[in-house]
């Protein structure tokens, strides 16, 4: 894949005019936002388990009060209001709505739910649901998890009350928000919850996850009442490398991050090369006659998460192994049948994550799945940075994280001049929040947010973001 020949080499772009159609909004999760653990019924999620238990959160913090956005909707939402977002994409809880993940229904989640969604309605703002964002029901994980294929029965369960509850008035409905993550760091590397480190349960739980999607959609279609989009988000893994070995690595990589979701949803089939390569592993007998075509489903948007490359070859088994796949390192590792691939330090510059900022990395995505899928429309349902955020006079002046947004959306722009159906674009994140096994040491918000006080400071990002969505043009 080659960048376009237009524009400034580094992304710099500015004035560029995004179509009217093109739905710009911000994104948030669940656990990551919400507090209130532990009030109106909601069960405990792995999320809960995992972030209590010590050494697995860097600074020793948890999910249980976070943004307190449970308690702070409505200054939230008149935030997104006041910054001019026309969407928001946000996640349901499935331990506040089914506090052990199957059975009785917790009638005070669902009602938060849709005051949030009445409250985005009134406002002008388009609802992008997300079911299911990494806080599965501990009570299913003690049953197995995601390992196990009951999981997926129950997620079609949690489904069905959600739409039935709210189908008549969300516009987008997204079935998983990154199941690479929820496999593969979650039951492969251990830095994830809830923590285990076994691949052939990794692998398991990719395609439980896959047919959690499949039952979902045809779920959502026949229950909701007024025709919404339906989606799935991928986090695509952009593989580069000018070594010799570096084809192999990439195909490993990109076969294991992108192509075992998209061959199953969108063409019916695994990867051959995948099941090959991790034959050690499993023998994939998880994968039942008839799964395949259930995973296979038609959706209206695929969603795009992107932040930063990967650089790869192989690993010559003799000079130390260089593991900058940019996840946690906690001894396990999220690549089954692939632990000789070898991922290089690469080229800063970087955000406070140590991820490398290559903005031509997200034309390049787009354009080559616009290529692979070409009637299939697209959105970018996250991106954004994380920097070391200061407030100053009352104001946080993010120039990094302005720039970072100016680049990206000057990629997107790009990849629509090449033909791309890009539908949106969801700036990752509304809120600094707490950043999964980082806690809160890791600030992505365009708005800051003071734990002690919850006071919420729209950053400089988030007035550019705003201007942006005024005008239809990068300021």
Request: aromatic fraction near 10%.
């Amino acid at each position: 894949m080659s960048t376009a020949a237009h524009g400034n080499a580094d992304y710099r772009d500015h004035g560029l005019e995004f179509p009217p159609g093109f739905v710009i909004g911000s994104a948030t999760a669940s656990y990551q936002i919400e507090g209130a653990a532990n009030e109106d019924g909601r069960g405990p999620s792995i999320w809960d388990t995992f972030s209590h238990v010590s050494g697995n959160i860097t600074d020793a913090s948890t999910g249980d009060v976070a943004d307190d956005h449970y308690h702070r909707m409505v200054e939230d939402l008149d935030l997104m209001k006041g910054l001019g977002l026309e969407s928001y994409r946000f996640s349901m809880a499935w331990p506040r709505i089914q506090p052990t993940g199957s059975g009785a229904v917790e009638q005070r989640g669902l009602d938060f739910y849709g005051r949030l969604v009445d409250g985005l309605l009134e406002r002008g703002i388009r609802p992008i649901a997300t079911l299911y964002h990494w806080d599965l029901p501990q009570a299913l994980e003690d049953a197995g998890g995601w390992p196990n294929r009951d999981t997926a029965d129950r997620f079609a369960d949690y489904a069905r009350i959600a739409v039935e509850a709210l189908g008549d008035r969300v516009h987008t409905w997204t079935t998983l928000n990154e199941p690479w993550c929820s496999s593969y760091l979650g039951y492969g590397s251990g830095a994830h919850a809830p923590g285990r480190t076994d691949g052939a349960d990794a692998l398991a739980a990719v395609h439980h996850l896959n047919l959690a999607h499949g039952l979902a959609v045809p779920i959502i279609r026949e229950t909701a009442t007024n025709d919404p989009d339906v989606s799935v988000t991928l986090n695509f893994h952009v593989a580069r490398g000018s070594g010799a070995t570096s084809p192999e690595a990439k195909r490993r990589i990109e076969g294991l991050a992108n192509r075992v979701f998209t061959g199953p949803m969108l063409l019916g089939a695994y990867p051959e090369d995948v099941i090959a390569d991790t034959a050690e592993v499993t023998d994939w007998s998880f994968v039942q006659d008839g799964d395949l075509e259930l995973i296979n489903q038609r959706i209206d948007v695929l969603g795009v998460n992107y932040y930063s490359t990967v650089t790869v070859e192989m690993w010559d088994g003799i000079s130390p192994r260089q593991n900058a796949d940019g996840h946690k390192d906690v001894g396990g590792s999220p690549w089954p049948g692939s632990r000789d691939v070898e991922f290089l330090v690469q080229d800063g510059p970087y955000t406070d994550m140590g991820w490398n900022i290559a903005p031509d990395g997200l034309e390049d995505l787009l354009v080559d799945l616009s290529e692979q899928f070409p009637d299939q429309p697209l959105m970018i349902t996250e991106n954004g940075a994380a920097f070391p955020d200061v407030v100053t006079d009352g104001r946080v002046h993010d120039a990094e994280r302005v720039d970072y947004l100016n680049r990206h959306f000057t990629a997107a722009h790009r990849a629509l001049q090449r033909g791309v159906d890009l539908r949106g674009y969801q700036v990752w994140s509304l809120l600094d929040n707490f950043e999964w096994g980082y806690g809160y040491s890791k600030r992505f918000g365009i708005v800051r947010v003071d734990y002690d006080t919850q006071e919420r400071i729209v950053k400089d990002s988030g007035h550019w973001l705003s201007e942006l969505i005024r005008t239809r043009r990068t300021p």
